[in-house]
T-cell receptor
Framework: GAGVSQTPSNKVTEKGKYVELRCDPI?????LYWYRQSLGQGPEFLIY????????DSGLPNDRFFAVRPEGSVSTLKIQRTERGDSAVYLC?????????????FGQGTRLTVV | KNQVEQSPQSLIILEGKNCTLQ??????????LRWYKQDTGRGPVSLTI?????NTKSNGRYTATLDADTKQSSLHITASQLSDSASYIC?????????????FGKGTKLSVKP
């Protein structure tokens, strides 16, 4: 596709449930990033992939959060035993490489609401 | 602590007017600074990226400035349009840090009224 695509655009789940959020990066982009954005805040870094491997997962808040990118393209962010505090917009971005000034392109986000 | 502070938090201006948004940062060592525009319900879109050696960069009606000595940046919007209504986010990258570990400000919410 022309841009970064995230699905679903909205997800409502019950506390304690498991959710998966999907990100389709721009074709050919080797780097992929996940961010979380709470209302009125800037995005906060979660994890970034270079190819298939997680190059930096220091932003994942706890072990309920996990992300994979098995074939170096599509990525899935997985959240176990969801809590109300997990409610936020989850943004995915991709870039051609990891150069310092390489532009990152963002998807429209998945709005997760835990009730 | 590496921080990015933006001001004002929100701003309302009339269509056609100019405005300037401010960004102060304490990120060190500095690599580059970006301004993003985020429309409601959308992901951020890059406006400018500036490295240490760049003082000014323009993108249409948007002009960003950077003073690496004082660790300040500004985004000037000329002849504002209704479509400029959005949040403008200042993002700083730390040298040597992973590309994913960009430090985001909280943004300035700009409303342009007719």
């Amino acid at each position: 596709g022309a841009g970064v695509s995230q699905t679903p655009s909205n997800k409502v789940t019950e506390k304690g449930k498991y959710v998966e959020l999907r990100c389709d990066p721009i074709s050919g982009h080797t780097a992929l990033y996940w961010y979380r954005q709470s209302l009125g805040q800037g995005p906060e870094f979660l994890i970034y992939f270079q190819g298939t491997g997680a190059a930096d997962d220091s932003g994942l808040p706890n072990d309920r959060f996990f992300a994979v990118r098995p074939e170096g393209s599509v990525s899935t962010l997985k959240i176990q035993r969801t809590e109300r505090g997990d409610s936020a917009v989850y943004l995915c971005a991709s870039s051609l490489d990891t150069g310092a000034v390489t532009e990152a392109f963002f998807g429209q986000g998945t709005r997760l609401t835990v009730v | 602590k590496n921080q990015v502070e933006q001001s004002p938090q929100s701003l309302i201006i009339l269509e056609g007017k100019n405005c300037t948004l401010q960004c102060n940062y304490t990120v060190s060592p500095f690599s580059n600074l970006r301004w993003y525009k985020q429309d409601t319900g959308r992901g951020p879109v890059s406006l400018t990226i500036m490295t240490f050696s760049e003082n000014t960069k323009s993108n249409g009606r948007y002009t960003a400035t950077l003073d690496a000595d004082t660790k300040q940046s500004s985004l000037h919007i000329t002849a504002s349009q209704l479509s400029d209504s959005a949040s403008y986010i200042c993002v700083v990258s730390k040298m040597g840090g992973s590309q994913g570990n960009l430090i985001f400000g909280k943004g300035t919410k700009l409303s342009v009224k007719p």
